[in-house]
């Protein structure tokens, strides 16, 4: 089993983090749930679901019949590290539900800021604690733009934890979560939008969206354990 290096500067969070999904593993398990807001009233898609769970991948998911699953070929102009980076497309809304997976422990590269101010790739390991890091720095980078951001911790029926993060203001991406098992898989997930952001104008949609994430993250499993 892959030991997860922790450094000083993380331990305390990745310490509470992992404390929080050992308190809810022997208790009752629970179904993530979004705080709810208001719908603007205009027409939008019936809900219904069916399943990904394509051969070799490691996790599964329930996802909206009116969106398509894209592999990524590059995520903003990066080529992904593996072959289980795909993207939730929703073509109706002109967005899409990026999604990145690690292993933790494994190789991958990474880019590292020169003196110069350029980026050098460089062959590192997915440490776990690294990862979490990084997922509140790209939402943190939000901060320029956004009035606010909000993070809620994530525990499923299915053994899933992680952390689900909304961005107010016109923030690129205004919801992100990122999934785990704390020792083999890590995912992150972002909603994009092929347009100028606009909190007010995206709202309906994003609004609508949000359930649509719950459930898969609600239904999301990892296949490997």
């Known amino acids: 089993m892959y030991k997860v290096v922790i450094s000083k500067k993380h331990f305390s969070f990745v310490f509470l983090f992992i404390f929080s999904i050992s308190i809810v593993l022997v208790s009752c398990n629970s179904t993530y749930v979004s705080k709810k807001r208001g719908y603007f009233n205009i027409e939008l898609p019936q809900r219904s679901y069916q399943q990904f769970d394509r051969e070799g991948f490691p996790y599964s998911f329930e996802y909206p019949v009116y969106a398509d699953i894209v592999k990524d070929s590059t995520f903003f102009d990066i080529n992904p590290e593996n072959p289980y980076w795909v993207n939730i497309d929703f073509p109706q809304f002109h967005s899409k539900i990026f999604l990145s997976y690690k292993m933790i422990g494994g190789k991958a590269l990474y880019k590292i800021k020169q003196i110069d101010g350029t980026y050098k790739d460089s062959l590192g390991t997915n440490y776990f604690d690294k990862m979490v890091n990084d997922a509140f720095t790209l939402t943190n980078k939000n901060n320029v733009v956004s009035n606010s951001i909000n993070d809620s911790l994530i525990h499923t029926s299915n053994g899933v934890s992680g952390v689900f993060f909304k961005v107010g ?33 995206l709202k309906p949609v994003q609004d609508f969206l949000q359930a649509d994430m719950d459930h898969i993250i609600n239904t999301f499993k990892w296949k490997n354990r």
């Open 169 to 201: 203001g016109n923030a690129a991406t205004s919801k992100q979560f990122f999934l785990t098992d704390t020792t083999k898989n890590f995912i992150r997930g972002a909603l994009y939008f092929d347009v100028t952001p606009n909190a007010d104008s």
